[in-house]
């Protein structure tokens, strides 16, 4: 049975809340798996991938990709066709942050405009004032998840890089109380990807913050994808776990969602920072989105996850958390721009970050 990313973690008593809602999108998985799949009511869309935090366990800082942001008419022509085959469900945000993009409003009211049922982002918290949520729920916002990456203010800004924390609660509770006060119906949820550091902080979170959220998800840093195992392994203990064939599992992102990047390609991970499961250029493509979902590069790779044979892809790191070298699976022409700025400031807190 194909099992949800990362669902072992979820089973975990402390997810059991976060779980019902995440069960509500794994039922909408295929009950048998193949090379063609049917259209998936899901899809993760990269406004932008620029973020204004640099978390330790994060590939945004050590990205190379150079910034991008969106196009509208790409977007709408994305929205319009999949809203056709049944999609409803849109997340706007995959590797950047969402409140760093000035049209976030537009991207929300565009979907509801479409027909989309559910609108949602996930948000490191610190840009997400009460006005701009305000406004934010007033285009169609349905679901907004606060990354909250320690309880404490100190070890908030090792693992952000940024001195956010007080910031970021005081936004939760702002926002929590003018749900209350005028009864909005707008989801909140919650995340904390913990570290060997910030484990113990576990309570102390859910004293904190489990008053705001509906639910919120516990789980350990992993791989993010598989691009840079050795540096997670240093700080988180599960990801050093080795896996064998029995345990993995193909990936549910290549059958239950559609990920559109800010260059406006398709591809199949959802983090995926280098382009290297880019399947089409939608942007330039006169194919219909149903066409691409289902064509000749994707099929090849869902066969190679069903049949666990995952050699020179990045699948193979994510999934058995190896560090074997790996090729795209299409030919992507895109800009690269590192932030040598950004990637020593991790590699530099990296040092505090370790358990001595
Ligand atoms: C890449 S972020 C993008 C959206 C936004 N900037 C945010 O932080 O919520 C999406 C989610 O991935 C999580 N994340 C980042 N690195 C991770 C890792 N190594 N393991 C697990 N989750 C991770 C973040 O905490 C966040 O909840
Ligand atoms: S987890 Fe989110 S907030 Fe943190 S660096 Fe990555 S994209 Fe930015």
């Known amino acids: ?9 979820f089973l975990e008593n402390i997810n059991s809340k976060y779980r019902k809602i995440i069960h509500k ?8 798996l193949s090379e063609n799949a049917p259209f998936p009511k899901n899809c993760l869309v ?33 929205i319009s066709q999949s809203v056709q085959h049944g999609m409803e469900e849109v997340g706007l945000y995959s590797t950047g942050e969402p409140f760093m993009s000035k049209n976030l409003n537009w991207f929300i009211k565009t979907a509801k405009e479409n027909g989309i049922k559910r609108v949602y982002i996930t948000t490191n918290g610190s840009l997400a004032s009460i006005d701009k949520v305000k406004s934010a729920k007033k285009a169609g916002l349905d679901s907004i998840k606060f990354s909250i990456n ?46 060997d550091k910030t484990k113990h902080e576990i309570d102390l979170f859910k004293k904190t913050f489990d008053k705001y959220l509906l639910a919120t998800m516990i789980i350990p840093a992993g791989t993010q994808g598989g691009r840079f195992n050795s540096d997670i392994k240093k700080i988180s203990t599960p ?3 080795k896996k064998s064939k029995d345990d993995i599992h193909p990936c549910s992102f290549l059958w239950d969602r559609i990920i559109l990047t800010c260059e406006g390609y398709i591809t199949a991970c959802a983090v995926d920072y280098e382009l290297d499961l880019v399947y089409a250029d939608f942007r330039n493509s006169e194919l219909d989105i149903s066409e691409i979902w289902n064509n000749n590069i994707i099929k090849e790779l869902r ?23 790996y090729k795209k ?8 721009k590192r932030n040598e700025k950004n990637e020593k400031k991790v590699t530099d807190r990296m040092q505090d970050f370790q358990i001595k």
């Open 46 to 78: 990269e406004i932008s991938n620029s973020c204004n935090h640099e978390c330790i366990f994060c590939n945004s800082p050590r990205m190379e990709r150079r910034l991008n942001k969106l196009n509208e008419k790409t977007y709408e022509k994305f």
């Open 150 to 195: 320690s309880a404490t203010k100190e070890n908030y800004l090792l693992v952000h890089g940024k001195n956010d924390f007080d910031k970021v609660t005081q936004n939760i509770s702002n926002i929590f109380k003018w749900k209350k006060d005028e009864n909005i119906d707008l989801e909140m949820l919650g995340s904390f990807i913990y570290t």
């Open 239 to 241: 990801s050093r776990v």
């Open 329 to 336: 699976i299409m030919n992507v022409s895109y800009e690269k």
């Open 303 to 325: 066969k190679k996850h069903l049949n666990k044979d995952l050699n020179n892809l990045v699948c193979k790191n994510c999934l058995y958390g190896t560090n074997d070298a």
């Open 25 to 32: 999108r794994s039922d909408q998985l295929p009950k048998k």
């Open 1 to 9: 049975m194909l099992k949800p990313f990362n669902y072992k973690l």
